[in-house]
């Protein structure tokens, strides 16, 4: 399950690179736009379900927080930081969320994996803030900005389940759907449709909405319903990883060796934090989604 989970926040690593190299510039309402929107509707019209009792208000909050709120974010920072300094602030994400776990969900707190947080934030802070790195007032509040609401809504993701009977490919699609409904007046009241779109924009768009859109998100509410929520986040620490190594092979921008130890020290947080040394702290009950049957544990 670690291993199938780690596959969303290493899809959403390449998100730097494709919307620098190959996106129109100026246009993240419309890129977080296309990237929610149409696969989450596919989605529900596929699977057949809809939100019903709670879900009608708990999916459009989900959907807002880790979808309409969190894109537009994600672009901007990509759009007025290096790719690796806006990854980096999206690396406090599993801070946050340890501290959310103890005020929302009622857990103990893990010091073993808030250690571990806080050298991996190091550690990917060794990456990419180079003596070249831009700070722009604007792409630091983006960042920050969604590493926050990303971590609010992967605690109430956690807090909430899912309803028996829906499977994580559902509960993606309402999600998606219900953000991107959110951005669709947005991004055309303030952006409007880029003015050119070429083939390799239309791949960069495909890419994220299938790749780093659905299939990633799929896999990712599942790891939250089956994994220790701090664990999870942890993994998020392989998103900015991801960017930096596509900056080293692609991009033209080779790893000084200092940088090269913090991937190590990175990669060892990451690996760590997934591990449960000693005996288990009490904590909350059981999320909804892990209160499920065993066949709806495995529903998709």
């Known amino acids: 399950m670690i291993a199938a ?27 977080s736009l296309l990237r929610s929107l149409p696969l989450g509707l596919l989605a529900i019209a596929f699977t057949r379900h809809v939100p019903r009792g709670s879900w009608r208000w708990k999916a ?35 801070l946050i969320v340890a501290g959310l776990s103890v005020l929302v969900l ?9 250690a571990w947080g806080v050298v991996g934030a190091v550690g990917v802070a060794l990456v990419v803030l180079g003596p070249a790195a831009r700070f722009d007032p604007l792409g ?4 920050l900005g969604g ?44 952006e409007g449709v ?39 986040a942890l993994l998020g620490l ?5 960017a930096a190594l596509i900056g080293a092979l692609l991009l033209g921008e080779p790893l000084a060796p200092i940088q090269s130890a913090g991937f ?11 591990l449960s040394p000693g005996q288990r702290s009490r904590s909350a009950p059981p999320s909804p989604v892990e209160g499920l049957s065993e066949e709806s544990r495995r529903a998709p």
């Open 5 to 31: 989970t780690s596959i969303a926040p290493i899809a959403w690593g390449t998100t730097y690179a494709v919307t620098t190299q190959f996106l129109p510039a100026g246009h993240p309402l419309f890129a």
């Open 60 to 94: 459009p909050i989900l959907g807002v927080l880790n979808i309409g709120a969190f894109f537009p974010l994600l672009f901007v920072a990509a759009e007025h930081l290096p790719g690796g300094v806006a990854a980096t602030l999206g690396a406090t994400q599993p």
């Open 106 to 114: 009622r857990e103990s707190p893990s010091l073993w994996r808030i």
């Open 140 to 143: 630091i509040a983006a960042g």
């Open 147 to 190: 590493a926050v609401v990303m971590a609010l809504g992967v605690t109430l993701a956690k807090l909430w389940g899912r309803p028996a009977g829906v499977g994580a490919a559902t509960l993606a699609g309402w999600q998606l759907a219900s953000g991107g409904l959110v951005l669709l007046p947005l991004a055309l009241a303030v």
């Open 194 to 232: 880029p003015p050119r779109l070429d083939l390799a924009a239309a791949g960069g768009y495909a890419w994220l909405a299938t790749v780093g859109g659905l299939f990633a998100y799929v896999l990712w509410f599942r790891g939250i319903g089956r994994l220790p929520i701090t664990a999870t």
């Open 238 to 242: 392989l998103s900015p990883l991801v």
């Open 264 to 274: 190590g020290v990175a990669l060892l947080a990451l690996l760590a934090g997934q």
